[in-house]
């Protein structure tokens, strides 16, 4: 009787890993012939997390390119750090919403920058900065859908001896 047990505990094992195995096979295949499959190997950077985040709709802009945008003149920049940093230097034209005060600041930045499709360009001190990144995705969601969150902070774009303020 033992034996007899033993015999259909390892069939029953077999069978359900057979069916793992078969269901796996399944889902590999159906996935690879999906237009919207997911992805087995995948880019994790920060960057690509952040731009799958935002439904595919890129958040991180290079500070090549945000110097670009200022250049320009016709990029909004905000600066989310403490209005006391914010005094002591920041990127010349850029205006102060704390990180901690956005909602306070949010009525009359939308009210000041009425075109919902002009740049936009966040910016902290230095990266990573999670509170910068919930202002770029708040911005989008109330229509700003140029708006970029800036890779390294205001750190480095003093570090390189880009415009700036001080004072």
Not at 18 to 46: K, Y
């Amino acid at each position: 009787m033992k034996d007899q047990n033993r015999k259909d505990c390892k069939n029953a094992f077999r069978q359900a890993g057979a069916i793992v195995l078969l269901a796996g096979i399944m889902a590999l295949a159906a996935n690879h012939f999906r237009e919207d499959g997911i992805a087995l190997i995948t880019d994790w950077s920060p960057a690509a997390r952040l731009e799958a985040a935002t439904d595919g709709s890129n958040m991180m802009i290079p500070m090549e390119q945000a110097l670009a945008f200022h250049e320009s003149r016709e990029t909004v920049f905000i600066d989310t750090r403490s209005p006391e940093a914010f005094a002591e230097g920041r990127i010349a034209g850029a205006i102060n919403i704390p990180e901690h005060d956005v909602f306070d600041h949010l009525g009359t930045f939308m009210e000041a920058v009425p075109d919902k499709d002009k740049v936009i360009v966040v910016y902290c001190e230095k990266a990573p900065c999670p509170l910068s990144r919930e202002l770029v995705r708040l911005l989008k969601d109330t229509g700003y859908k140029n708006a970029r969150l800036m890779e390294n902070g205001w750190a480095r774009w003093k570090e390189r001896g880009y415009p700036g303020t001080e004072g």
